[in-house]
């Protein structure tokens, strides 16, 4: 019988040991934490969207350092696919809805209905489960695998590294997996935060960037005699718009979709600009410039826009913009236009908003990282690692540089990557 190994017990480590179990393998998971799951529990605010139906999903997946990242991600679906990630969880007793054409979440409405089922096969399988242990270093020794802890040694046949990444950190994600893999003489990329709300500015001349703590009044108190006005995005916050949104790197289209976007006191959030953030952040990282580009009415054309804020202009003369664009804006959005004179230029700013990105929130505030074990160093049909010295080491989850849009592909990518790994360790 062979012994595995799984370090962390998150979504992709506990797909792991299901796997290496039901295959017939001694499985011992270590978790550093308290408890199991706990950045399961915070998925889909809660919900748990633990997969997508799209059938592109293989190419909206991205890779800091690999651009065959979808064939990859693809060859690992051969291997575990949605079909069998729902097959699974029925069979473990989940049932399931699916939202908005795609987004399948357990009937319960709740996360933890995922982790208990997982759970309750780990169980069922006599998987050994290990809380509170760190894992410091991994080594071979006679012809057996070392995970070594502060108090004790697991010798086993193979591992899988299913830490986690930084994202999230107050769960127990601590990065302490690209350690591990680094020790191991892996090449680990650059770490950066992904599907993060993005802080930028108003690209205007008459406005002062608002900052954390200062009030608008203070903020109109700056230049020229305290004649600059505050950025009116900072007045928005709070407001939600359905938009279309564009990123532009260094003045060329990179990514553009359409969504809610959520205005905040230092730029925009919701799920769209979360998926966008993944470029956003890899080309400030990259020290380039970012524009976001919001068309805010994106089912009106920008004729037809014009002509309105035309008429109405007409007919009352006397009317601010303000007044104007009462009927055509949300009311937090109208003060991003409301000092423009010119009809067809404040049609053509609100089908085209420009906004300069400045930065992004950090681990904290991200739902995953983006970056991780570089995709050469794996074979996609086993998770292994392909240097002959590292054979029955393995690596799935978010330690591997393979990243997601919002809608249950991360999750997807867990579990399948973490099945696949789990499997082929048991071997």
Known sequence: MKSVVIIGCGAAGMMAALAAAREGAQTTVLEMGRKPGRKLLLTGNSRCNLTTLDPDLCSRYQSLGDSSCSSFVRTVYEGFSVRDTLQLFEDCGLLTMTEHGSWVYPVTGRSESVLGVLL????????????????????????????????????????????GSRAVPSTGSNGSGYELCRGLGLDVTDILPALTAVSCRLEREDCLPYTPGMSTQSAAGGKKGGSAAPDPLALAAGTRASAAVSVYTDGVLTASERGQVQFTQTGISGIVVFNMSRYTVRALHEGKDVRIQLDLLPDVPLEKLTETLLRLHNLRPEDSMRDLLTGILAPGLIPLFENEP?????????????????????????????????????????????????????????????DGPCGGYNLQWAWASGYVAGRHAAM
């Open 120 to 163: 309750r096969e780990l169980r069922r399988l006599k998987v050994r489960m290990k809380y509170n242990v760190e894992v410091t270093q991994i080594s071979r020794q006679d012809g057996m695998w070392q995970v070594q802890t502060e108090g004790w040694s697991y010798p086993c046949d193979s591992v899988v590294i299913a830490c």
């Open 342 to 402: 010119d009809c067809r230029r404040t049609a053509e700013r609100i089908k085209a908003l420009e906004l300069q990105a400045l930065g992004h929130r950090d681990f904290d505030n991200c739902q995953v990282c983006a970056g991780g074990v570089r995709l050469t160093e794996l074979y996609p049909r086993t998770m292994e690692c392909v240097r002959s010295d590292l054979r029955g080491i393995h690596i799935a989850g978010e330690l591997v540089d393979v």
